[in-house]
């Protein structure tokens, strides 16, 4: 049996949810309907109309030129932080891989080898969702370790040439490069070799 609203109680409704909200000409970067953010942050549109309802969502704004439910937009960094409590600024997979000049496959073999902590971020009906990273933790990793990669891009030099003489000189791969599907090495020591 379907149930029938009347268009009166579903202007109210919108009237109530789209009070006080900034009005914007345009979408800007970050910006989503609720319907993209729900897809986006792996939460239902409910529990984003719940959040702008309680006035828990400080970015959200409303398209002049569109009417309705989808003239609403929020801030998918900051549904993502209110619905799943992680940073608003952690990084999704590929962002990682992506600031750190690496494969996707590499970040995702970091994670579950647990070389790398990444938050599980659950879908809408338990469903297995993304991960991500937050800030510190990347920022932790990125001065903690060295890709050969990165190295190679900083010295000018070929990667074997580098793996080379960093085995020379007695620096293995911090992790098991076929593990990882990359080659690691402790930044420090690599400093103190290339310095000494």
């Known amino acids: 049996m379907r149930t029938f609203v009347s268009k009166t109680r579903v202007e109210e409704f919108t009237a109530r949810l789209t009070a006080d909200l900034q009005p914007v000409i345009r979408k800007e970067t970050g910006q989503a309907t609720i319907v993209e953010a729900a897809l986006r942050a792996n939460c239902s ?3 984003i109309v719940r959040l702008i309802l ?3 969502l400080n970015r959200v704004a409303k398209l002049e030129r569109r009417r309705g439910y989808n003239s ?3 801030d998918l960094a900051e549904v993502r932080s209110v619905v799943h409590g992680v940073d608003p600024d ?3 997979m590929l962002a990682f ?3 750190n000049g690496m494969k996707k496959d590499t970040a995702r073999a970091l994670v579950r080898h647990g070389h790398l902590r990444a938050i599980p971020v659950d879908r809408v009906g338990g469903q297995r969702g993304q991960v991500l990273i937050e800030v510190a933790e990347a920022d932790a990793f990125q001065q903690r370790y060295v890709s050969l990669g990165e190295l190679g891009r900083t010295t000018g030099k070929g990667y074997r040439v580098i ?3 960093l085995a020379s000189l007695g620096l293995l791969p911090a992790f098991d490069p076929k593990k990882v599907v ?4 402790d930044r420090e020591a690599v400093l103190r070799y290339s310095k000494g």
């Open 97 to 99: 891989a992506d600031r």
């Open 182 to 185: 990359g080659h690691f090495f």
């Open 163 to 165: 793996k080379r003489e």
């Open 72 to 74: 609403i937009l929020v």
């Open 45 to 47: 549109q409910l529990a």
């Open 54 to 56: 309680e006035r828990k």
């Open 90 to 92: 952690a990084l999704t």
